[in-house]
């Protein structure tokens, strides 16, 4: 584990020399310096865990480096532990004013003040902690699910589960039909346009219906839901959001030219997965990896234009919630028996 790094700010030689001693056999890495200029550019370079401040100092006094560095917010997050021999009321309310953690006046109890400076850097590490884990789950979801959402796992972080968990989900592909022709005679750029816009009307249910878009492959959407937030109705919000696609599709191809308008076909599987960031540490995705995908992806890839097929665990989810009509059972790579199939007709 790296060592925490200390910056210790006093023009008194014997103070720095004492802390500087106390501080390395304690284990942390200690910075020194004799005077607040000296202090803030080390404080700006060195970016330590935490700075040890004398107020009363040559070229710029600690008051004014405290300032400074709590106004930039590259710096601001480094606790400051005031070291002076100032000590009325008012010195030490300018100080915390500042945005100083703490104050000691001289001369001061070394071990009380090691254990003070512990105290903080515990503070500080699981404050760091905290901070990893929102910018992580921003970083994951902010693309993939609706602000409201992303909202919702940053208020309590870290129970979001990033890494590897086995859970219930429901599994939604749509992908168009009729695209790979489309293509092949529409200029590049009039094509990623009538693509974006497909892709938007696509989206845009499976995010209301809070939803994670796991990937777009060129003109096919995968979404997972009742993951990374529980949802006790996933599979009537993923059923809701296929039922809503078509409806969204056919709103955009009324501003199309007929010769290009197109339809999707929705699949919706319903199991076990495994969930979590795979990929590697440069470039990572928040993904399922399990049977049901596969289940998900041949449904998508039975239906028509304009239908969305679930499988039997899904049907057994929502059997009272949805009018649908059975068709002839699937045979699915991987699987010994044919798999039900059902056509959601509409919500009852």
Do not use: W
């Not at 990929?279 to 239908?307: C, F, P, R, W």
Request: hydrophobic fraction near 40%; charge should be negative.
């Amino acid at each position: 584990m790296q060592k925490a790094k200390i910056l210790v700010a006093d023009d008194n030689f014997e103070s720095v020399e004492l802390l500087k001693e106390v501080l390395t056999d304690k284990g942390y890495e200690v910075i020194i310096a004799f005077d607040g200029e000296e202090a803030l550019a080390k404080a700006q370079e060195e970016r330590p865990d935490l700075l040890l401040l004398d107020i009363m100092m040559p070229k710029m006094d600690g008051y004014e480096v405290c300032r400074i560095l709590k106004a930039d917010p590259n710096t601001a997050r480094i606790p400051i532990l005031i070291l002076t021999a100032r000590g009325d009321i008012p010195d030490r309310v300018k100080g915390l004013d500042l945005g100083a953690e703490d104050y000691f006046t001289k001369p001061f109890n070394i071990q009380e003040l090691v254990a003070r400076v512990q105290a903080r850097l515990r503070a500080k590490h699981r404050e760091d902690r905290l901070l990893d884990t929102e910018r992580l789950v921003r970083n994951t979801f902010q693309r993939y699910v609706s602000t409201s959402v992303v909202e919702r796992l940053l208020r309590n972080p870290e129970r979001v589960e990033l890494g590897g968990v086995k859970q219930e989900v429901t599994v939604l592909f749509a992908d168009l039909r009729g695209f790979t022709a489309l293509a092949e005679h529409l200029p590049p750029e009039q094509l990623i346009e009538i693509l974006n816009g497909y892709l938007t009307a696509g989206a845009q249910p499976i995010l209301e219906y809070e939803g994670t878009i796991n990937q777009y492959a060129g003109d096919e959407i995968m979404a997972i839901f009742n993951a990374p937030l529980r949802q006790d109705d996933h599979v009537l919000r993923a059923v809701k959001a296929g039922l809503t696609i078509h409806q969204r599709l056919q709103a955009y191809n009324t501003t199309l030219k007929p010769e290009l308008r197109l339809n999707c076909g929705v699949g919706i599987g319903t199991g076990q997965a495994v969930v979590g960031n795979v990929g590697t540490s440069q470039i990572m995705n928040y993904t399922a990896v399990g049977d049901v995908v596969n289940l998900a992806k041949h449904l998508e890839e039975s239906a028509k234009g304009g239908q969305v097929l679930i499988g039997e665990s899904s049907y057994q989810h929502i059997k009272n919630q949805v009018e649908v009509r059975p068709l002839p059972p699937l045979t699915v790579k991987g699987r010994e028996e044919p798999v039900a199939v059902y056509e959601v007709l509409g919500l009852k």
